[in-house]
């Protein structure tokens, strides 16, 4: 696929439990082939939510999701979408290898291809050394690499990431930032990235998109500018501050083309 062609899509997309209560409504967003977008807004806004009606997990009310077509879609052993949740969801009676093997199944593949594609993504996520372990002798961060290794091994052209890091500790959470950020430049993957911190965002994504409002809407959609990227700038700090504003429901303050500043 042609990078920067759009690969998903939402037209005035909405969604209702109980075709009353909106949670969001009159979404348009557009995902280009390569692009890293976090999605920001305030607990309970409807940011899981969006993601499962991206991945298609649920029909939307009002509107349309479109997803590309693609011809890795097409090969053996490949899924349109892979979700990495909060926690990794592991099953504690398979080894990390297995569990990562797990996403393989169902999709035709013989058990040495399975064994060796999930040996290729634990390699991805720096955990070689701990395919035979079982979850439970694994660190929280280890957990969740495991849960990125099981949704990269079945090679999605959409990687969506729920709070990935959300329960991680300050230090191991870093480092899992950085780790993403490496994956990404070695795979090109699409990411979807929902978050509710503000730093996470202006760090991984290429644009952040604000959700907030009741029902929530797109409040903002904004580039976030060159890598490498260094938050205590005054350029990134106005941009953490005016998606504060944002997350809020405030009117955007608005802002000049920050990532142009000198400063960055
Ligand atoms: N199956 C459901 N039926 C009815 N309401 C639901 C259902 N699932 C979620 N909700 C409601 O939808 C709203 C959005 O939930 P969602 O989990 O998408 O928010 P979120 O922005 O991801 O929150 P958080 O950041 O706290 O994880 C919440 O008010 C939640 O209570």
Redesign the pocket.
């Known amino acids: 696929m042609n990078p920067m062609t759009s690969l998903v899509r939402l037209e005035n997309t909405g969604l209702s439990?109980d075709g009353k209560h909106f949670?969001f409504r009159h979404v348009d967003l557009t995902i280009r082939t390569g692009e890293f977008v976090a999605v920001l807004?305030p607990?309970?806004?409807?940011?899981?939510?969006?993601l499962r009606v991206v991945m298609g997990l649920i029909p939307p009310t009002e509107g349309q999701v479109t997803l590309a077509p693609s011809p890795s879609a097409q090969q053996v052993g490949s899924r349109r979408t892979a979700l990495v949740f909060q926690d990794a969801r592991l099953m504690p009676w398979r080894s990390v290898r297995r569990n990562v093997e797990l996403g393989l199944e169902g999709l035709g593949l013989s058990r040495n291809d399975r064994h060796a594609r999930a040996e290729e993504s634990l390699r991805l996520v720096g955990l070689s050394a701990e395919a035979s372990r079982w979850p439970r002798q694994l660190s929280g961060g280890q957990r969740q690499r495991v849960g990125v290794a099981r949704a990269l091994t079945v090679n999605p052209d959409l990687l969506l990431m729920d709070?990935p890091f959300g329960a991680l500790d300050a230090i191991t959470r870093a480092g899992l930032q950085a780790e993403l950020l490496t994956i990404r430049e070695k795979t090109r993957k699409t990411v979807l990235f929902?978050t509710?911190d503000i730093d996470e965002a202006i760090l991984l994504a290429d644009r952040i998109v604000v959700l907030a409002g009741k029902p929530a809407s797109v409040r903002g959609d904004l580039p976030v500018g060159p890598r490498p990227r260094d938050p205590s700038s005054t350029a990134m700090r106005a941009l953490a501050d005016r998606l504060r504003a944002l997350i809020a429901g405030e009117p955007d303050p608005g802002g000049a083309a920050y990532w142009q500043s000198a400063e960055i």
């Open positions: 439990h949670i807004g607990s309970g806004v409807g940011k899981s939510t969006l709070e929902v509710h």
